[in-house]
């Protein structure tokens, strides 16, 4: 929202969302949970919108935030804005869509909450789309979102979210020595021949130093490779554990793996693509996402 005077007073659409949050619960500590962001932060955003309209919103003398009587007034005509807003994005929403793309199982239940939560608030819908290189799809504009885990190696300019750490777990043959151990530490893959997703996987040569790496590496291009590489014992693999609650292979085990660092788990976008609808999107994901996850990410738009 922009508005001419007698001097130039950038309003934006943050300002006001912050302003009535703040009004609405009459603390900067709750509006700033609602929010997603830190207090410092919200209390910025409002002296900014203070000084941009160049009066006093809210009475901060008291033991509690109070509206001023300008502030009062203001109020009225925020939310009378964020509603018709809001109304304008419902009258689009139902022919909109945002292309979610993932190498390989969505995250659960997050996936699920998020999904709901955004078409819900929205109208909008969202397509689910396997892709064994989501990064890549993103760059040539078949994604809205992408979801990747390990390392993100983002486009120029895009945005980064992070969702949350999955540990992970190791997974052998069912002919496999390693299947009789009962655990394995991470220090200890090196002894071992290790099947590799060169395209989604979030384990691989580059995950140790070089003393301490596999001195066999067995290649693969994507999940489904991977695991029949995996089951038919030409190495052992390194997952997220969300594989072991979600894969069914008669050929292969999962075994406990000890002092192996996270796997994160991120999403990401391009700035310039459908930015109102994906920050909405963001804002669901966020809010589904475990709280450390929040506090890592920040405000995501």
């Known amino acids: 929202m922009r508005r001419r005077g007698a001097t130039d007073m950038d309003v934006e659409l943050r300002h006001l969302r912050a302003f009535t949050s703040v009004a609405r619960h009459r603390s900067f500590s709750r509006a700033a949970e609602e929010l997603l962001i830190t207090q410092p932060a919200l209390s910025r955003t409002i002296a900014q919108l203070e000084g941009r309209l160049s009066v006093r919103l809210f009475d901060r003398s008291s033991r509690h935030v109070e509206l001023t009587d300008t502030g009062a007034e203001f109020l009225v005509h925020a939310e009378r804005v964020l509603a018709t807003l809001d109304q304008a994005l419902a009258a689009v929403g139902h022919r909109a869509t ?52 390990g390392d993100v190696d983002a486009p120029r300019g895009a945005r980064v979210v992070h ?17 009789r151990l009962g655990n394995l530490d991470w220090a200890d893959v090196q002894h071992w021949p290790l099947v590799v997703n060169t395209v989604s996987g979030t384990t691989g040569p580059w995950s140790w130093p070089v003393d301490q790496r596999s001195a066999q590496i067995i290649e693969t291009a994507n999940y489904d490779e991977w695991l029949e590489t995996v089951a038919a014992n030409r190495g052992i693999g390194i997952v997220p554990e969300i594989a072991q609650r979600r894969t069914q292979h008669p050929a292969v085990r999962f075994v406990p793996l000890t002092n192996a660092p996270p796997s994160p788990v991120s999403l990401v976008c391009l700035s310039d693509a459908q930015q109102a609808l994906i920050c909405r999107f963001l804002d669901a994901a966020v809010q589904v996402a475990p709280p450390e996850a929040v506090a890592h990410s920040g405000p995501v738009c």
């Not at 929205?122 to 789309?129: F, N, P, Q, R």
């Not at 969702?163 to 299947?179: I, K, W, Y």
């Open 98 to 149: 945002v292309r979610l793309g993932f190498g390989w199982l969505l995250p659960d239940p997050w996936a699920q909450q998020t999904v709901s939560r955004f078409e819900e608030s929205t109208g909008a819908s969202v397509d689910l789309i396997r892709t064994d290189d989501p990064l890549q799809a993103l760059r040539q504009r078949t994604l809205d979102i992408a979801l990747v885990r």
């Open 163 to 179: 969702l949350c750490d999955e540990p992970r777990v190791a997974v052998c043959s069912e002919r496999c020595d390693l299947a």
